[in-house]
């Protein structure tokens, strides 16, 4: 499990989950308000990095699925059902 206080942690090679994760401890730590400034700053600037992992993440699913329904869109034109009953 990743740990807020270890930022060399390189968020790229983390999955959606662990991403998601991750960014959930930390708003709930900043919303604790009890961090340093320093803290809170760097919590911050964790949370821009895994928010925009996690949006990585959903922007290619979103393109696997569209890349799947348009795939399965395609096939359903082809075969000898296609134009049956015309």
Do not use: F
């Not at 709930?28 to 400034?37: D, F, V, Y």
């Amino acid at each position: 499990m990743p740990d807020i206080d270890k930022p060399e942690t390189d968020v790229a090679t983390l999955s959606y989950e662990a991403a998601r994760d991750e960014l959930v401890r930390v708003v709930g730590e900043l919303e604790q308000g009890s961090a340093t400034l320093e803290r809170s700053l760097a919590l911050w600037e964790r949370g821009e990095l895994l928010a925009a992992r996690c949006e990585e993440w959903l922007v290619g699913a979103r393109e696997r699925l569209d890349a799947a329904r348009t795939a399965s869109d395609g096939r359903q034109g082809e075969g000898p059902a296609a134009g049956a009953g015309s």
